[in-house]
Structure formats: C-alpha cells, structure tokens
C-alpha cells in the first residue's frame, strides 16, 4: 500500500521524480518540472543541466503515461544518444520500474506501450514518426532548420510536447528564431552564475582564457555573431529598407 502511495506521488510530481533519481533541483529546474507548458525553450549555458531535465521529463512521461513515443533529436546522432543514454541510465538506476520489452542502444521500448527512440540528426532520415508525445531537441541552436520543419508535424495529431534545449549558437537558425520572436513559450534563461555546480574561479579562469564573445555565448546565454558572419545582425536588419525597389521578382520596376 505505501508503495503504491508514494508510486502515485512521483508519477504526480515531477520534482519528487527528480529528487528519487538523486538529483537537487536547482530553482530553475524546479519551475521546469513543475511546469505543465507544451512548448518549453531552454536557453542556457554549458553544464546547467538542461540534457538532465530533459531526460527526467522524458523517462517521467515514458513511465507514467502508458503509450508514449519519446523523440530523441540533435545535430548529430552522437548528440542525441547522450540524450537517450542519460534517460536510460535514469531507468536502470530506477531499477527499470517498468519492464522492457526491448532495451537497445538507441531506443528503449516498455510493457506499457511507452517509447524512447533516438533520431539521427539528417533530414531524410527522421521521416516516418507521428503522433510523438514528446519531442526533445538537444543543442538545438545547431539543428539545421530543414530538420527542425521535418520533425514538427511528428507533434500535429498527437498533440505532443516540444522541448528545445541549447546554449545559444548565433543570431541565426530556429532557435534563435524561436527564442526572440516565437509564440507560445515557455522560456527559460539560465547564465552560469545560476548554476551551483560552476565555481565561481572556474567563470574567472574560462572569462580569462576565452574570447569575449565566445564566454558570452557559452556561459551568457547571449546570441552573439558567429565566426563565419561577415556582417552582423543589427547592421543587416538596419540596411534593410522598405524605400528601395529590387531589382528582380515581383516587386521588381512597381512604382
Ligand atoms: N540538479 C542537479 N543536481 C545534481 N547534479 C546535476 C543537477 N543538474 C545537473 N547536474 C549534473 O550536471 C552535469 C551537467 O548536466 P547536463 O549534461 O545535463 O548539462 P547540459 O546543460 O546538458 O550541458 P552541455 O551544454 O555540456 O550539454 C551532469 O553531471 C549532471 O548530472
Ligand atoms: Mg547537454
């Protein structure tokens, strides 16, 4: 009877989940799993933790919501396996709550219908899946967009979840999109001097030994113009101008 109790209290409560899976919320990561929103953004810096809660929420749902198809995606497979490997690691050391049907190194599958499944990080593979209940999209600031459009429909009978977690990677790209003027989020901002777990003189060393641009981006959560950028964003939404014609198209020679 206790058990069944306390079974009900963490498939009820997500930061009771965490806390058994030995983990201290921080007080963003608290609002995060507290959080019932669809459309979560994490835009934060390296080592906060976003891979973590994500593979909390994801193990959360696959355990507690019989039937759930879990997504998997990165820039790269690589990536999106250290995902799944987090929430697998989660499930083994749950003591695997629910029995596998089948545990492989890419995808876990559960008696009670539920299932993980990494995505391979190019476009023409990804196709096929639907009605996914959650989609997670790991170092999503690096994602190509072709990809990012390839998998939302995955969500449009479903009705599932999308979480799209980064440290910022340019003022370009659908994460930056969403991030500045997406609708529907929820948005979380988390800096390194948020985070706990990063000393103080580590920040120091790396603000020392690192370009500006690249701590602000890392560790800021700042948006910051890349290497290959020859112009940068502000002067090329400046230049843009409603007064002049183009020269080609449609609009091309309309007085
Ligand atoms: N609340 C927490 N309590 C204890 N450890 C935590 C907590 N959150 C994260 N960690 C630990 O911090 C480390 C970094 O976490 P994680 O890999 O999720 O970060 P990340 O933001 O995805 O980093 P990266 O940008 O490098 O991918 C891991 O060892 C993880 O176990
Ligand atoms: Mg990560």
Known sequence: MM?????????????????????????WQEDLLSSTSERVLLNCCRQSGKSTMTGVIALHRALYHPGSLILCLAPAL????????????????QG????????????????????????PGSEKTVRGFSGAALLAVDEAARVDDSLYFAVRPMLAVSGGSLMMLSTPYGKRGVFFEEWTNGIGWERYEVPASQCPRIPEVFLEEERHSLPHRVYRQEYECSFEETDDQVFSFEDVAAAISKDVRPLFGSEAGRS
């Open 96 to 119: 695997r709550p629910v029995s596998a049907v089948a545990e492989r190194k890419l995808s876990l599958e559960l008696e009670n219908r539920s299932r993980v499944i990494t995505l």
């Open 78 to 93: 690589r990536q999106s396996q250290e995902l799944f490997t987090k929430i697998a690691g989660f499930y083994r050391d």
């Open 3 to 27: 058990e069944l109790r306390d079974d009900l209290r963490l498939a009820l409560d997500r930061v009771a989940f965490a806390k058994r899976l030995g983990l201290k919320p921080d007080p």
